[in-house]
C-alpha cells in the first residue's frame, strides 16, 4: 500500500529538541505488527497532553506517533483472533509510549492489544468512553468487588469534571449509590447532578494539609487527582472503605499516615488501565455496555479534529477541559 495519511509524530533531533507536528506517513512507515487499522477516532487524556507537549516524558522512543486510545475497523490481520471489517480499540498496552499510537488515519497494531467493540457502541461512541471511561469502569468494579454496597454511604468521586470522574459518576449514580462530586469548577454542577451527583463539594475542602484521622464520611472514593486530595479522602474514609486511585493531575505525593489502614482498615486499592490484564477489560467493557445510558453519554463528550491537538493537549494539563474529547482523526 503506497497511500499516505496523516499522524501526529513527536521528534527529537539531533540536539535533543523536541517537536511535534502532524506528517504525512506511509503503511510501509509503520510498525510490523500484526494487524492493519483504519482508524476512525482517537481520545484526548491527561496523559495525551503530557506526550504532546513533553511536559512528561511519556514518548520513550523516537519518532513516535502519540495518542493512547484508538477506535477503528480492521483491514488486514495475521491473526486468526481478527478478520477484516472487525470493529476493534485499543486502551493503553504502551501506545505513545513504546509503541506507535492513536493520532494517525491508520496504525499497526498487536493483535494480543485488541478487545473488540461492543455492538451497543459505534467507534465515536467507543472513544466518547475511551481510556477515561475503561478506568473509571475498572475503579467501579474495585469498588464493587471490595463488596460496598450503595447502604454503606456516600461515593466521593475527585476531578469530577473531568473524563474519568464524569464517567465514574454515570456508573456509580447507575448502580444506585449516592455520589458526592468534587470539583474545582462550580459551573460544572449542573453538568454533574445532571451525571447522577447527590452532592456537589469544592476541591479546596479536600486539597489542603489533613489530620491524620478525620470524620468518617466515604464509604468509598474513586480517586484521579492524587496529592493532598487523596490524602484528605484517606482521613475521611469509613472504616473498612476502599479508595479506588488511578491518578496524579494535582500531583505524585501522597500526603498521610498509617492510622487510617491500621484504626479503620482501610484500602487503597491502585488501579493502573495501561498494562491491565484482557479478562480485567473485556468484563470493563462488558461492564459499560450494559450499564451507560447513551443519552447521557452524549452530553458527557465533544468531537475535535486531530488538527487542534496541539491546542487542545495544553488545555487539558491547565484542567480547562470538561467531559471527554474525541478526537476525529480524519479531519
Known amino acids: 500500500m503506497s497511500e499516505m495519511f496523516n499522524a501526529v509524530v513527536a521528534e527529537k533531533n539531533s540536539e535533543g529538541t523536541f517537536s511535534v507536528n502532524i506528517k504525512a506517513l506511509s503503511v510501509s512507515d509503520l510498525p510490523a505488527e500484526g494487524v492493519l487499522v483504519d482508524i476512525d477516532y482517537s481520545t484526548l487524556n491527561y496523559k495525551d497532553g503530557l506526550a504532546v507537549t513533553n511536559t512528561s516524558p511519556i514518548c520513550q522512543k523516537f519518532p513516535m506517533v502519540c495518542g493512547i486510545d484508538l477506535a477503528g475497523t480492521v483491514v488486514e490481520s495475521d491473526s486468526d483472533q481478527w478478520t477484516a471489517g472487525d470493529k476493534v480499540l485499543v486502551n493503553g498496552y504502551g501506545l505513545s509510549q513504546t509503541h506507535w499510537g492513536a493520532y494517525s488515519q491508520k496504525q499497526r497494531v498487536n493483535p494480543e492489544f485488541l478487545v473488540r467493540i461492543p455492538a451497543q457502541f459505534s467507534t465515536e461512541q467507543a472513544m466518547a468512553i475511551g481510556t477515561a471511561g475503561y478506568t473509571a469502569m475498572l475503579c467501579v468494579n474495585?469498588?464493587?468487588?471490595?463488596?460496598?454496597?450503595?447502604?454503606?454511604?456516600?461515593?466521593?468521586?475527585?476531578?469530577s469534571a473531568g473524563g474519568v470522574g464524569s464517567i465514574a459518576v454515570m456508573l456509580l449514580a447507575k448502580l444506585g449509590y449516592s455520589v458526592t462530586a468534587a470539583t474545582g469548577r462550580p459551573e460544572t454542577a449542573s453538568y454533574l447532578k445532571a451525571l447522577g451527583a447527590s452532592e456537589i463539594i469544592a476541591r479546596d475542602d479536600l486539597a489542603r494539609k489533613s489530620k491524620p484521622l478525620e470524620k468518617e464520611v466515604w464509604a468509598a472514593v474513586v480517586d484521579s487527582v492524587g496529592s493532598t486530595t487523596l490524602g484528605t479522602a484517606l482521613a475521611q474514609t469509613k472504616y473498612n472503605g476502599i479508595i479506588a486511585a488511578c491518578g496524579l493531575a494535582a500531583g505524585v505525593d501522597m500526603p498521610t499516615t498509617v492510622l487510617p489502614f491500621i484504626?479503620?482498615?482501610v484500602r487503597i486499592q491502585g488501579v493502573d488501565s495501561v498494562m491491565a490484564p484482557m479478562s480485567l477489560r473485556e468484563r470493563a467493557w462488558s461492564d459499560l455496555a450494559s450499564l451507560l445510558d447513551a443519552s447521557l453519554l452524549s452530553d458527557v463528550y465533544r468531537i475535535e479534529p486531530m488538527s487542534d491537538i496541539k491546542t487542545l493537549a495544553p488545555a487539558i494539563l491547565r484542567g480547562e477541559i470538561k467531559g471527554r474529547v474525541v478526537i476525529d482523526v480524519n479531519a
Not at 474495585?142 to 476531578?159: C, E, F, I, K, W
Open 263 to 265: 484504626l479503620r482498615n
Open 142 to 159: 474495585a469498588v464493587r468487588d471490595h463488596g460496598t454496597d450503595p447502604q454503606d454511604g456516600p461515593v466521593l468521586v475527585t476531578g
